[in-house]
Each structure stands twice: as structure tokens, then as C-alpha cells.
């Protein structure tokens, strides 16, 4: 019996797949996949929408599956593997089977943390650049997906694919459904299934790391979004007293992108990511 559940509208080619769910505690994409395919009105072509992509993490509130493995970096998967490695390999035969024209996978960032809207593509991949760039976020990294990550794997098959981050800390919203919606037509334009949309300008970007000095409690002083100038505060810790043990700063000019909101880290631990313009970065820690 099949774990998954899909969703087809229109019919015949091109095809553009919308996946979301990856993740169990990454809720944010599950309602932009079932609201994409009620909103979205084909001239040709059909788009299938796999709203739960791992059904188990789901029933578990959790990112990984059942015996603790993380389903995106899984693929291809196995037919006689552990669960996780199940439901990869069901989705990657569904996949291999429909050589879809692109792929667009929606994730949100923990439950305690949060992203503004970004969209990855794989280093070198310039169709899938395009495919990222016509999604209309307001930042787009070239990122080298480890081993098991479906974008990097489906380049086998010669599918472009990007994926999106909308937000987080374990909910949907109303902001992060508008920039879902908003990508999904603009990749269905893209496959031109659909007359073209208006598309906000998107800033490519690579990714600086402010990194806890020792363990503490974060409090984030910036909004996600913020423009930042190095060396501007961002977060503090502070200790189980309420006192700050230590102020984090921008280690360069850009925006923040990534943080995590809340709760406790370690040494070492990244506590805000600030997005830096490609052109203005070299050799940035990744």
C-alpha cells in the first residue's frame, strides 16, 4: 500500500511537480501544495502536488522519521530499507517514472527557528538557477546539496529543481502562503503552462554565520529581513538568571536570513545567518 498521496490537475506536458512535507515539523509548505493546486489555472500542461512527502515524521511532529533518519538526505532510497529509506524510495520511483519538467520543494525552517523566504538551487545547475530565479523570492542561493538531498539527486535524471524556505517555527502563515502561491505560479510561467507573472527581483546570496561562544539562551535583536551592517548587534545569550553572557555581531554587511528565534544553543552552535550578496563574497563559510 502506498504511503504517498498525490495530487494531479490538468493533464499531458509540460509537468511541474510541487512537494512539501519533507519534514514533519516543516508545516508551512503542506498548506502552499494544497492551496497551489486549487488556485492555479493551467493553459496546457499538468502540475502534481505531494502536499506529505513523509507521512511518519508528520504523525510524529518531528523532522526525522521513526528510527531518527532525515528523509532528504535519504534519495534514492531503498525498496527493502528502513521506513525512511521506504518513503524515499517510493517518491524517487514516482519520480524516475514521470521525469517531470522541474520540481519545486517547499520547507520551512524548526520549530525554533526561522527563515525569511529564500530559494536554493545546486551549484552549477544553471537551469535550475532560472528555475530558482523565476520563483520570485527575495533571495537565491547556489548551495552544494550533500549526498541524499532530492535536488542534488534528481540531477541525474536530468531534472531542475529549487527549494524554497518559508519562515518556520512549526506553523503556517498567511505571509508565507502569499510568497508559496506566488512561487508555484511562477514556476508553472516559467514551464510556460500558464501566461507569465510578475516577478520580484531576486538578490542571489551567499550566507556569513554568527556562531555562539559558549552556551546560552538566544534573544535575537534584529528582524528576520533586517539589512545589517558588519558588526551591528543581532543576538545575545543569556544565562538562566536572565544576564547576557554574551552580544552577537554581524560578521558582515547584508541581511539577516536564518536565525534561530528561541531556545538554547551550544558552543559553536550558528544563531544568525546573514545573507551576503554573491558578488561581494569569496570564500564565505558555508
Known amino acids: 500500500m502506498s504511503a504517498l498521496t498525490t495530487v494531479r490537475i490538468g493533464s499531458g506536458r509540460p509537468e511541474l511537480w510541487l512537494i512539501a512535507g519533507v519534514h514533519g515539523d516543516e ?24 502536499p506529505v ?22 534519495y534514492p532510497g531503498r525498496a ?19 521525469r517531470p519538467d522541474a520540481i519545486v520543494t517547499f520547507h520551512s525552517w524548526s520549530r525554533s527557528g526561522s527563515a525569511t523566504p529564500y530559494v536554493e538551487h545546486a551549484v552549477g545547475d544553471e537551469t535550475s538557477r532560472d528555475l530558482a530565479l523565476a520563483l520570485g523570492l527575495p533571495f537565491v542561493e547556489a548551495w552544494d546539496w550533500p549526498v541524499g538531498l532530492l535536488g542534488r539527486e534528481v540531477r541525474a535524471l536530468g531534472i531542475p529543481s529549487a527549494e524554497l524556505e ?11 502562503l502569499a510568497f508559496g ?8 510561467a ?5 501566461d507569465p507573472v510578475p516577478i520580484r ?18 534573544v535575537q535583536c534584529t528582524a528576520l529581513g533586517s539589512e545589517v551592517a558588519e558588526g551591528d548587534r543581532v543576538a545575545e545569550l543569556r544565562d ?8 552577537l555581531s554581524a560578521p558582515a554587511s547584508g541581511w539577516v536570513g536564518i536565525h534561530v528565534t528561541y531556545g538554547q544553543v551550544s558552543e559553536g552552535d550558528p544563531v544568525t545567518v546573514i545573507f551576503v550578496p554573491r558578488l561581494a563574497s569569496s570564500s564565505e563559510e558555508t
Open 27 to 50: 508545516v508551512e509548505g503542506m498548506v502552499v501544495v494544497e492551496e497551489a493546486l486549487r488556485a492555479l489555472r493551467l493553459d496546457r500542461g499538468s502540475v502534481v502536488g505531494l
Open 53 to 74: 512527502a513523509h507521512p511518519s515524521a508528520l504523525a510524529r511532529g518531528t523532522r526525522e522519521g521513526p528510527e531518527g533518519a532525515d528523509l532528504n538526505r535519504t
Open 80 to 98: 527493502d530499507g528502513s521506513p525512511t529509506e521506504r518513503t524515499a524510495f517510493e517518491l524517487w520511483q514516482l519520480l524516475e517514472s514521470a
Open 166 to 176: 518559508l519562515f518556520g517555527l512549526g506553523r503556517h502563515s498567511e505571509e508565507g
Open 181 to 188: 502561491l506566488a512561487a508555484a505560479r511562477g514556476a508553472a
Open 190 to 194: 516559467w514551464l510556460k503552462m500558464t
Open 201 to 218: 527581483s531576486s538578490t542571489e546570496v551567499d550566507r556569513r554565520l554568527a556562531r555562539a561562544p559558549g552556551p546560552g539562551r538566544v
Open 240 to 247: 538562566a538568571a536572565g544576564e547576557t553572557t554574551a552580544v
